[in-house]
Nanobody, 115 residues
Framework: QVQLVESGGGLVQPGGSLRLSCAAS????????MGWYRQAPGKQRELVAR???????TYTDSVKGRFTISRDNAKNTVYLQMTNLKPEDTAVYYC?????????WGQGTQVTVSP
């Protein structure tokens, strides 16, 4: 079984920073793309950032220049460094591994940006 465990969420003020981590179990971590998604109340889940096994990142327009996705294959971990956070970034953030027919999801971690 593949398990993904997110951590690092919390409450921050606008303009603040936060670093999310997602630790993955299972073999061959470096072969799979990893993604960060978020879902705000009343909204659809959206892709925030994605990183291929080869290290090619993709970001949604609203976070470009503020968020950075990275991975440490030796630790089976993907990160999302978030800077200059805005209230509209408030959401539950989910980690996903592009593995198997439907992918694997973590349980989510809450990020709240509020004064």
């Amino acid at each position: 079984q593949v398990q993904l465990v997110e951590s690092g969420g919390g409450l921050v003020q606008p303009g603040g920073s936060l670093r999310l981590s997602c630790a993955a179990s299972g073999s061959s971590f470096s072969l799979y793309a990893m993604g960060w998604y978020r879902q705000a109340p009343g909204k659809q889940r959206e892709l925030v950032a994605r990183l291929t096994g080869g290290g090619t990142p993709t970001y949604t327009d609203s976070v470009k220049g503020r968020f950075t996705i990275s991975r440490d294959n030796a630790k089976n971990t993907v990160y999302l460094q978030m800077t200059n956070l805005k209230p509209e970034d408030t959401a539950v953030y989910y980690c996903k591994q592009d593995r198997g027919p439907r992918g694997y999801w973590g349980q989510g971690t809450q990020v709240t940006v509020s004064p």
